[in-house]
């Protein structure tokens, strides 16, 4: 699509004209229909700074966000980089190929030779050639509570990271960067883990039977009020996986004849749903309202595709916290526009619930809206709670016909009794409900080692994505060898980060994150932030080499 | 537009003829001409007539490539119609509205463990419901492993695998359960569910075919799916029909060799069908895997830890080298009384769900606890292979007591510790039959026999099977309990369907 045309459909059509200085305002009609509308050109994600807020009437705090574009220079590095790679690993290939490098990659049977091979040679190209250099950065076991800092499992390999042996030695008190243990509650002491040890106790820890037939146990109708009290809705339901919660339901919500218009960056499991429901999906630049409003307005006017028949119903599909861009949803902006257009609201709040809002009930909480905006309301147990798991929220309505018809009512089996506890009691504790004021002090703690951790990396001129109170701080590294010595030198320093590249991130855009906990301290962070900036001035002195 | 083209091309053809007849006249008749004379007479012909034929074929160019009308103009609505439109539309609910006399809008609730004796909505029950065949659900041992699990790591992983989400205790898990399978490796996955769902789709990927049985549980439908390959059902245990499409897929391929050459092709069944309770025929299978080269994949949450003299499902059974197949899955909440799931298999098939198993890579990981109850109960059914033959037993006595139940009947196989028990007559539609048998469950319960009736989503499944109340076997159940349940469900089918007969 040309810039011109994609300016024309992103502005609409009306204030084109008017920008043009002719016709405004023909039949004395309201030349504005749009409900969010830049006066200059749509902006690109990354072209600039987007420390601007739009639409400020409906946010009640400054929303400050930052996607700092890739430095052209960085970009055709990066690039290079991935070129140098893919050649090493072609070379590699012909050699293993000739049988002069030493193979490690798994072989079919020999009974099995003259099938249609399992996998296409190229499909693996990427794990055997670039993958593989830095496994070790990844599925690094860890042998205790993944709290603030944890142990883990020292391994070595002999073979290039095909294999792994473990010393048996232990690397202790590793700083934890890595877990998305926002409020602490991964603990195996305290009220939480007392209470979970009563419940294992009493139920044990299976339950053998779904919920719609006889695994319905009385601790998971209590949890689902507390949820539902803690949301502000009218009724949940618990599902044993977070991944599950969106992948078996949205199927049950939308079918044939549904539109689902979802964020580019949604998790894979509300991509995964939106699929098997069998509706229309179409896809908005993350973010960005101006391409969410276009897409309402050209799916209620034009109807479904070939036949022109209006839509059923459309869903609009959003996450709170992005997991990797560390971006909050536009909320207030959403809406607005989900009022406007009468559409229905998803919102998976994996990583907000709990992590976000002064009384931590996400991104709802946040922004100070009525959870009653929300259609559906859906999060995990993972995360913030220390437990697993997923709910949704809202009408009674949405919930009982959600009891008779989610996949995961019928056909899998209920969450184990501990976890439903852990929940219970976590839960509890953030509203204040067990007396105490814990739960408010985690909070408070979160969010203050959010803006102190953010504010000194920013200080010290690293390239920081994300709102500036999300919990999720991306760090940007861009180029593919970075990956590997970030993770590496990082935990020889004796913290644990987690870094990602391609495919779960753009390709130039590379990058380490890290979760803040309210569990960190400030000598924690401090230390962290010592590393990055050696991390920082050992790759620059080695850069200029 | 091709039409104006046309038209300027004839238009062209007689200046063309004239520049030939020039030519020509120039020439000595019955001389044969050469393009240099053409060119020759190009320079020759006068300056209007080039210039002209230059501006036709510019005009020709012009048409070619510009539009005469623009389609979209003519559709394009005013802001107005648009804004008209926008108010018009109105959604459908977002969900239908709910009946409130939903027999199960409300769920029955167990207070207390879902154990042997189950409390059903104030009622203790013995639990003829719960797919805890091994009654691991509540064994003393498998929660002191639990519990001190959750002492040394607390209750969730807060995180995927990937991402400090794998504990040493998920590793020992997995390769304890290869061992116990003896297969090379195997994965765990958080929720039974998600195993073979995520697992089909890893390998068969769009254009590939997979043929299943009609009767394959509602996972296994979520998988293929998602996989978005070509799906062919075959009837529910029936080789000839099976081989009777591998036969027209291998014509097919005949005649696209270069296709087939890319086309993955999977078989999957159920070890035991949790929807009919019988086995799936393992050595046909095996033999119809090496004739057509097709890859099997075997879905075992039934079988696995209760058919087989070590309770290694229904390879063991049937005595099949369980390298011939090519996958293994089952869920660790049945048997096993944990919560999860996980795959087996040669490395070079299972290792590839490491980076492409959705519900693998996109989950938080088991709770530790979880998974070290799963290890204890793999090490009660590897020091007791006994039990294994209890379990059998029992499902065999649990099997003849059931027999000859007036108006219902009994599917499924003598060894399954999960059977149906179906009308024998319907009483015209599903829900009438659904109503009958809830009363034989509301009945029994009363008795303080726990019993439920199998669940479908009737809009979904992709072949509905009759409505059946189901009878789980565990180890725990005495002789004598089973023989009075039997009772108490034939008092059951006789008062209902009885009175329903005098009603009818």
């Keep these: 699509m040309t810039e011109s045309s994609a300016n024309k459909l992103l502005n609409g059509d009306v204030c084109h004209r008017s920008s043009s200085g002719k016709k405004s305002g023909k039949n004395g009609f309201v030349k504005n229909h749009c409900l969010f509308q830049q006066p200059q050109k749509y902006r690109r994600l990354r072209e600039k700074n987007q420390n601007v807020t739009r639409n ?22 990066t690039y290079m980089g991935y070129g140098i790679l893919t050649i090493f690993g072609y070379l590699r290939d012909f050699l293993r190929h000739w049988n002069i490098e030493k193979c490690h990659v798994a072989r079919e049977r020999e009974e099995q030779k003259d099938f249609v091979p399992l996998y296409q040679d190229f499909e693996n190209f990427y794990t055997r050639n670039l993958y593989m250099r830095i496994r070790d950065n990844w599925n690094r076991p860890i042998c205790s509570v993944p709290g603030a800092k944890m142990d883990l499992v020292e391994r070595v390999s002999h073979d290039y990271n095909w294999t792994f042996q473990h010393t048996g030695k232990v690397v202790k008190d590793v700083i934890n960067m890595g877990s998305y243990n926002y409020l602490g509650f991964a603990e195996n002491t305290g009220t939480c883990a007392d209470a979970a040890v009563e419940a ?11 919920r719609y037939e006889i695994g319905n146990l009385d601790i998971h109708e209590e949890m689902e009020q507390l949820v539902a009290r803690f949301l502000g809705v009218e009724s949940s339901m618990a599902f044993g996986m977070g991944f599950a919660t969106n992948s078996m339901n949205i199927p049950a919500l939308t079918g044939k004849g549904c539109l689902i218009l979802s964020d580019e960056l949604n998790h894979a499991s509300l991509v995964l749903g939106a699929r098997l429901s069998g509706s229309t999906i179409r896809v908005f630049k993350h973010n960005n309202m101006q391409s969410l409003e276009k897409l309402l307005r050209d799916a209620i006017v034009h109807g479904q595709p070939r036949t022109h028949r209006p839509w059923k119903k459309i869903l609009i599909v959003v996450e709170g916290i992005y997991s990797m861009e560390g971006s909050i949803v536009r909320l207030p902006e959403v809406i607005a526009l989900k009022k406007r257009y009468k559409a229905y609201l998803y919102l998976d709040e994996a990583h907000s619930i709990g992590a976000l809002g002064p009384n931590g009930r996400g991104v709802v909480d946040y922004f100070g809206l009525d959870p009653k905006d929300v259609d559906i309301m859906m999060g995990t147990f993972t995360k913030s709670f220390g437990a697993a798991g997923g709910y949704i929220g809202g009408k009674r309505e949405l919930i009982d016909y959600l009891r008779n018809h989610s996949h995961s009512a019928l056909y899998a089996t209920s969450m184990s009794p501990p976890v439903a506890q852990q929940i219970i009691t976590s839960m509890k504790t953030i509203m204040g409900e067990d007396g105490t004021t814990l739960g408010a002090d985690r909070l408070r703690q979160l969010s203050e080692n959010t803006t102190y951790f953010r504010r000194k990396l920013r200080d010290m001129g690293f390239i920081i994505y994300g709102n500036d109170d999300s919990p999720v701080v991306p760090m940007m590294l861009y180029m593919p060898a970075k990956i590997g010595a970030f993770g590496r030198e990082m935990l020889k320093r004796n913290i644990g980060t987690v870094v990602v590249g391609f495919p779960a991130t753009p390709i130039i855009e590379s990058r380490a994150r890290f979760c803040v906990s309210a569990a960190h301290t400030r000598e924690m962070l401090d230390t962290v932030k010592g590393a990055v900036t050696l991390n920082a001035e050992y790759f620059y002195s080695s850069d200029t080499i | 537009m091709l039409c104006i083209c046309y038209q300027c091309f004839f238009l062209l053809l007689p200046l063309l003829f004239a520049l030939f007849q020039k030519r020509t006249t120039k020439m000595a008749s019955g001389q044969q001409w050469v393009l240099v004379e053409m060119v020759q007479a190009f320079y020759e012909a006068p300056a209007y007539h ?15 490539f510009s539009k005469t009308y623009k389609l979209q103009e003519t559709y394009k609505l005013t802001e107005k119609e648009k804004e008209d439109l926008i108010e018009e539309w109105q959604p459908e609910p977002l969900v239908p509205p709910v009946s409130k ?7 029955d609730i167990v207070t207390g463990p879902p154990s042997h004796k189950i409390t059903i909505n104030g009622k203790e029950c013995i639990n003829f419901a719960s797919f805890n065949f091994l009654g691991l659900l509540d064994n003393e041992r498998v929660k002191h492993k639990a519990l001190a699990s959750l002492k040394k790591y ?10 400090y989400g794998t504990f040493d205790v998920h590793l020992e898990l997995e390769s304890r359960l290869a061992k116990f399978m003896k297969t090379e490796e195997a994965i765990i996955y958080s929720y039974g569910f998600a195993t073979i769902a995520s697992a089909i789709p890893a390998y068969s990927k769009r254009g590939d075919i997979v043929f299943v049985d009609e009767a394959a549980c509602f996972s296994i439908q979520k998988g293929l799916q998602a996989s978005r390959s070509f799906i062919k059902y075959f009837k529910h245990n029936d080789m000839e029909d099976l081989e009777r499409l591998l036969m027209e897929q291998e014509q097919e391929d005949q005649k696209n060799p270069r296709k087939a050459r890319v086309t993955r092709r999977f078989i999957v069944v159920e070890g035991l069908y949790i929807n009919t309770a019988d086995v799936c025929p393992l050595p046909e299978l095996v033999k119809l895997k090496y004739k057509y080269k097709v890859r099997i994949f075997l879905e075992e949450s039934m079988s696995f830890g209760v058919l087989g003299e070590h309770g290694r499902g229904v390879t063991e059974h049937f005595g099949v080298n369980i390298d011939d197949i090519d996958l293994i899955s089952a869920n660790m909440e049945n048997a096993v009384a944990s919560i999860g799931g996980f795959c087996c298999g040669r490395s070079f098939v299972i290792d590839h769900q490491r980076l492409s198993g959705q519900g693998y890579c996109f989950s938080a990981s088991l709770p530790p606890m979880l998974a070290a109850a799963a290890i204890e109960a793999l090490n009660i059914m590897e020091e007791d ?25 009994l599917r499924g196989e003598q060894f399954a510790p999960a059977l149906h028990l179906q009308l024998e007559r319907s009483f015209g539609s599903r829900d009438t039959d659904l109503k009958m048998l809830r009363s034989i469950v509301d009945y029994c319960l009363e008795r303080k026999v726990a019993l439920t009736l199998a669940r479908y989503l009737e809009k979904e499944e992709r072949f509905l099977p009759p409505p059946s109340v189901r009878v789980v076997v565990t180890i725990e159940q005495t002789e004598e309990e089973i023989k009075e349940a039997a009772a108490c469900i034939r008092e059951a089918a006789s008062s209902v369907l009885n009175s329903q007969h005098c009603d009818l």
């Design chain 1, 200 to 210: 294992t106790h009493k139920y044990g820890v299976g339950v053998g039977s779904t």
């Design chain 2, 385 to 409: 292979p006994g039990i294994f033959t209890v379990l059998r037993e029992k499902c065999r006595l649990v099997y003849e007591e059931l027999q000859g139940i007036p108006g219902l009947k």
């Design chain 2, 50 to 64: 080039l210039i002209l034929e230059g501006i036709l074929i510019l005009w020709i160019i012009r048409l070619l």
């Design chain 2, 154 to 163: 607390g209750v969730g992983t807060c995180g995927p695998r990937g991402f």
């Design chain 2, 101 to 107: 006399d939903q027999p199960f809008l409300n769920y």
């Design chain 1, 56 to 77: 400020s009437s409906l946010y009640k705090k400054p929303f400050l966000e930052s996607f700092e574009e890739t430095p052209l220079l960085v970009a055709v590095l």
